[in-house]
Nanobody, 128 residues
């Protein structure tokens, strides 16, 4: 199994930036595809971005494409979400999730049910 710990959340003004980290611990943790999801108050869990271990590569939700970048650190056991040009609607608890599945369609990485492991979440608040 793998344990995931998110960090880097905080309060930022609209237009600002934050970098979230998802630290993975466990055997073969670098082999997992990692995704970021977010959940705003009174909203369902929303896919944000994925960095996969398949030919899907990186996957982004349309709402964040061009503003957010997902990447792995040099040690391959940490995944980052660089969030630029933040908007108030980005306010949410951000969760990272991990799966060993190799999905044949990039869009399938946006399905929360595909992920076996989840972190505790980190709060991102963007003010107007």
């Amino acid at each position: 199994q793998v344990q995931l710990v998110e960090s880097g959340g905080g309060l930022v003004q609209a237009g600002g930036s934050l970098r979230l980290s998802c630290a993975a611990a466990g055997r073969s943790s670098s082999r997992y595809s990692i995704s970021w999801f977010r959940q705003a108050p009174e909203k369902g869990r929303e896919f944000v971005a994925a960095i996969t271990r398949s030919t899907a590569g990186t996957v982004y939700a349309e709402s964040v494409r061009g503003r957010f970048t997902i990447s792995r650190g040099n040690a391959q056991n940490t995944v980052y979400l660089q969030m630029n040009s933040l908007k108030p609607e980005d306010t949410a608890v951000y969760y990272c999730a991990a799966t060993l599945k190799q999905l044949s369609s990039a869009s399938w990485y946006s399905r929360a049910q595909e992920y076996d492991y989840w972190g505790q979440g980190t709060q991102v608040t963007v003010t107007s």
